[in-house]
T-cell receptor
Framework: GQQLNQSPQSMFIQEGEDVSMNCTSSSIFNTWLWYKQDPGEGPVLLIA?????ELTSNGRLTAQFGITRKDSFLNISASIPSDVGIYFC?????????????FGQGTTLQVKP | ETGVTQSPTHLIKTRGQQVTLRCSSQ?????VSWYQQALGQGPQFIFQ???????GRGNFPPRFSGLQFPNYSSELNVNALELDDSALYLC???????????FGSGTQLSVL
């Protein structure tokens, strides 16, 4: 079945450093979504990607929809302490589904001031 | 515009009991989805409600059931609780035709 694999599982970086994480699948996805979850909260949508090769930014965050449609990447530039949290990639279950997502297992980011 | 709200925030039950979790969707959103998030894992899709009908279900047994009301709010019911049901239960609302979900803060359920 569909499955999303995120790497790395966790990262511990210095404030000001850039961060890269990725998400891969054995299946093709037509939409890629990146969410961030803070402790005790639900996930919050950061970026949505709809087209292979698409590169989209949201402030210091940049995400790319892989050309093969089987992967996606998220970059954070000049990290700050509030970037701490768990980052999830997600994609639609099956084809044509809406709001029914598969999530990766997450990348935990810790930022040292 | 109000966001997605869930109640209660925390709940402790014993094995075999039944539980009801509640969710109010974001203003104007008529689609509600429920997810289960075990510790250290990503959310897993339980089911979705649209126009008061179940509109898709993930790999969860029938003892997980739900309702949606005319005001788009929703309930998740779990019968015969098992220890493995301990998790964060997330409700998300959305508009039809979009993958963009807006999540509540969740209900943390502990089954002892």
């Amino acid at each position: 079945g569909q499955q999303l694999n995120q790497s790395p599982q966790s990262m511990f970086i210095q404030e000001g450093e850039d961060v890269s994480m990725n998400c891969t699948s054995s299946s093709i996805f037509n939409t890629w979504l990146w969410y961030k979850q803070d402790p005790g909260e639900g996930p919050v949508l950061l970026i949505a990607l709809y087209k292979a090769g698409e590169l989209t930014s949201n402030g210091r965050l940049t995400a790319q929809f892989g050309i093969t449609r089987k992967d996606s990447f998220l970059n954070i530039s000049a990290s700050i302490p509030s970037d701490v949290g768990i980052y999830f990639c997600a994609g639609p279950r099956g084809s044509g589904n809406t709001g029914k997502l598969i999530f990766g297992q997450g990348t935990t980011l810790q930022v040292k001031p | 515009e109000t966001g997605v709200t869930q109640s209660p925030t925390h709940l402790i039950k014993t094995r075999g009991q039944q539980v009801t979790l509640r969710c109010s969707s974001q203003s104007g959103h008529n689609t509600v989805s429920w997810y289960q998030q075990a510790l250290g894992q990503g959310p897993q899709f339980i089911f979705q409600y649209y126009r008061e009908e179940e509109n898709g279900r993930g790999n969860f047994p029938p003892r997980f059931s739900g309702l949606q009301f005319p005001n788009y709010s929703s309930e998740l019911n779990v019968n015969a609780l098992e220890l493995d049901d301990s998790a964060l239960y997330l409700c998300a609302s959305s508009l039809p035709g979009t993958e963009k979900l807006f999540f509540g803060s969740g209900t943390q359920l502990s089954v002892l």
